[in-house]
């Protein structure tokens, strides 16, 4: 009798309404995850471009919400934290200042760790920070310093002092991880520019959201329009259907003579 | 009215001191009180009280420490004061001896003071300075003290009584004479030497105690001989004390009352940056009794948890009879306990850290080299363009970009070398190997050229020609073509993959 009396009623309203929440698609302008992972390729940017992407449409969410608060800051100069480790700094390069967002550019810190161990040290000292907009990290492959141990520190970390990690898996396998939203990143051709069709466009990014705690999975083509994050479904994106026909035929030599 | 001040002695009731009154009766400190009484039978008579006498003094040495850093007690009525270096403070001597008079005068205090080179000398003329007609009592160093002081009676050498009935029976009543004969060449015949003199007296004088030997005096009189003085220090004894509203009689009471005086005692410890070594914990009962428990620690402590739980311990038996009303908490010897650093990691755990502990904890642990910022750098070769600066320098200005020179995301620290196929001698790529794969160029913006620096660089340096691909899969790179066939500087063009576009 006693115990059924501290159990609080449940109305099924209640239920309905956290279910539709939780159904509720992934659309950009939500506010961040505290902890999410992004994996791609070693072949190229695309991992730490989409993370970025998706860390400044949210960096821009909660800009919404605080310009709300007449006390609060109203221009955000928090630094960012981009923490890499050596195997990510030899395949795919570091973060280069002048190709970085311009609102970024002046607040990078960027932690080049000799081991995965260092890395996880140093995105979790970042994420007790109070002074970071949020902390990046590229770890390569599947160390095993990173096990479900240490994703869940570093998820309960992010979740206690409100700093989004936003951690790259560059040519990892999806293992265990207490991660609240995974996504899967490949380049994605890009819309053609409007003075220069030859030209490579705006980055654009196949996204697939494979888990997430409060979405259901979905796929979408992200893009950069102007610093704002787009996503459109996969099949109604421009580019997507006339990549065939961009290709230009080789001239002269074959690459067996190179 | 004449008034005397008197101690018991076995032979009847001694004069210690007496007023001024009294002095021109006839009365005189050391007389017997019935002589006193048959020169001034009107004396009113009171026990003296040295214990508070030299409390007194003590607190007015302490209280002269304002015109010097320190001062030593001169019982029984006397404190010297260090003024070296100070006394420009108050506009020189003459004027610190006036504002000693004042002050003193202001408290009521009748007061003769002096300043010289020596505490001896000091001494000598507030004593007998007066008496021999010095009008202020100032000896500097450049005087010839000997000779200033020369007047003065052997009194003023500040010995016991009876070595100052031996000298005035030598017949040696001033310092002058004193001096003379520790100085050889004025003796009766005329020719005793120094070495003579001084050997009399020291023959006659025996004792090494300074108050029995003259000669160590006079030595120290002129500052030949050093003369150690015991300064008095002011110590405060941290005190803490709650008196209760409601007399307390019950345990769980008193065990707050103790941990509230404990943190208090804390604080008070913290501030004077001291540690306890002894505590006495006073209990006042409302019937008058008084309950006191003593703690000894093994090392100095601050620390008021563990304070209030050795006390704890002490508190089993007290019997609170009515009821409590006061607890005082009073730490009777406490030593120097310098400031511990606070708890980081607690602090850090519920505020989380500020950026500068933050990179001060990845530097310690990474290296500095580990923790860096990129910065702009004036250069048009782009891996020159960037440089890294510790993370909290300063941020210089710089010139900002063009907007349509597209740069990459990131940048290989080396760039790699790719095979290319293009339209000879400087077309667009159209096909790369890079990494062991083969890739079409689908997209391809270029070339952008950048001159190497010839004002830095040797002259064979090629020049580069940029250009940014993508791929078929949509993969964005920043690749070069480093020079030209016909440049002269080298063969064929060698092509690298410098950059990986978002």
């Known amino acids: 009798m006693a115990a059924c009396a501290v159990l609080k009623p449940v109305r099924a309203s209640d239920i309905l309404a956290q279910s539709r929440r939780r159904e509720a698609r992934w659309r950009p302008g939500l506010s961040a995850a505290s902890h999410s992972e992004v994996f791609a390729s070693t072949q ?33 100069q928090r630094q960012i934290l981009w923490v890499q480790d050596r195997e990510a700094i030899r395949l795919t390069g570091r973060p280069y200042a002048q190709g970085l967002p311009p609102d970024l550019r002046r607040r990078v810190i960027h932690v080049a760790a000799k081991s995965a161990q260092d890395a ?136 067996a003579a190179l | ?67 010097g850093p320190w001062s030593a007690l001169d019982p029984p009525d006397g404190v010297l004061v260090d003024v070296s270096g100070a006394s420009h403070l108050f506009g020189g001597e003459a004027r610190l001896i006036e504002d000693v008079h004042t002050a003193c005068a202001a408290r009521g205090l009748a007061a003769r003071a002096a300043i010289a080179p020596t505490a001896g000398a000091a001494w000598a003329l507030a004593h007998f300075g007066a008496k021999i007609g010095y009008s202020e009592c100032i000896l500097v160093r450049q005087d010839d003290a000997m000779r200033m002081l020369a007047d003065l009676p052997v009194a003023a050498l500040r010995l016991d009584s009876n070595v100052l009935t031996v000298l005035r029976r030598l017949g040696l009543k001033s310092l002058g004479d004193l001096a003379a004969i520790a100085k050889g060449g004025s003796g009766l015949d005329g020719n005793v030497s120094e070495a003579s003199g001084r050997d009399a007296l020291k023959r006659r004088f025996r004792s090494k105690s300074p108050t029995a030997n003259p000669l160590i005096r006079l030595d120290q009189l002129l500052g030949k001989v050093p003369e150690p003085l015991l300064p008095v220090i002011a110590q405060t004894m941290p005190l803490v004390q709650r008196r209760l509203m409601e007399p307390i009689r019950h345990r769980s009471l008193l065990d707050q009352v103790l941990s509230d005086l404990a943190a208090d005692m804390a604080r008070e410890l913290e501030g004077k940056g001291e540690g306890a ?47 409590i009303e006061i607890v005082r908490l009073r730490a009777s010897w406490s030593e120097p306990l310098a400031l511990g650093q606070g708890d980081i990691e607690i602090a850090a755990e519920q505020h989380g850290t500020s950026l500068a502990a933050c990179i001060d904890r990845l530097t310690v642990r990474l290296g500095p080299e ?16 960037q440089v890294w600066v510790p993370p909290l320098d300063h941020q210089l200005a710089s010139q900002g970009t063009l907007d349509f020179y597209h740069r990459p995301l990131k940048m290989l620290d080396k760039a790699e070398v790719i095979s290319v196929l293009y339209a000879s001698p400087d077309g667009c790529p159209q096909r790369f190997r890079w990494r062991g794969k083969v890739r079409e160029v689908v997209r391809v913006e270029g070339p952008e050229r950048i001159a190497p620096e010839w ?41 690298y993959l410098q950059g990986m576009c978002a």
């Open chain 2, 455 to 495: 004002w830095r660089e040797r002259s064979s340096v090629r020049l580069r020609d940029y250009y940014r691909i993508e791929d078929a899969k949509g993969q964005r790179y920043w690749i070069y073509r480093h020079g030209l066939v016909d440049d002269g500087r080298g063969g064929m063009p060698a092509w």
């Open chain 1, 120 to 255: 996880l040290f140093a995105l979790e000292e970042g994420l007790r920070c109070r002074d970071l907009a949020f902390v990046m990290g590229e770890i390569a492959g599947n160390p095993r310093a990173l096990d479900f141990t240490a994703s869940r520190r570093l998820s309960l970390t992010a979740e206690k002092h409100g700093v989004p990690l936003w951690l790259v898996r560059l040519d990892a396998s999806a293992d265990l991880s207490s991660a609240r939203m995974r996504w899967r990143v490949e380049a994605a051709p890009s819309a053609a520019p409007r003075w220069n069709a030859d030209a490579p466009g705006d980055s654009a990014w196949q996204a697939e959201l494979f888990r997430a705690r409060m979405h259901p999975p979905g796929e979408w083509i992200l893009s950069d329009e102007k610093g704002s994050l787009r996503a459109t479904e996969p099949r109604k994106h421009p580019a997507a259907a006339d990549i065939g026909n961009l290709a230009r035929p080789t001239v002269g030599r074959s690459l």
């Open chain 2, 1 to 67: 009215m004449p008034t005397a001040l008197i101690t018991e002695t076995a032979h009847g009731p001694r004069i210690d001191a007496v007023n001024d009154l009294g002095r021109a009766a006839g009365a005189t400190p050391g007389m017997m009180l019935a002589d006193a009484r048959t020169l001034c039978p009107d004396i009113a008579v009171t026990p003296s009280d040295p214990t508070g006498d030299l409390d007194f003094l003590e607190k007015l040495a302490l209280w002269a420490q304002r015109w």
């Open chain 2, 277 to 323: 070594r002894r505590l006495e914990l006073g209990l006042w009962r409302v019937d008058g009794e008084v309950l006191v428990r003593k703690l000894e620690l093994a090392a100095a402590t601050r620390d008021a948890a563990h304070i209030t739980r050795l006390f704890t311990n002490k508190l089993e038996d007290v019997d609170a009879g009515f009821g």
């Open chain 2, 370 to 385: 580990a923790v860096r910022r990129p910065a702009a750098r004036a250069s048009h070769i782009p891996e020159r363009a």
């Open chain 1, 44 to 76: 190229d940017a695309s991992g730490a471009g989409a993370a970025l992407m998706l860390a400044r449409d949210a960096l821009t969410a909660q800009a919404r919400v605080r310009r709300s608060d007449p006390l609060a800051e109203v221009d955000d």
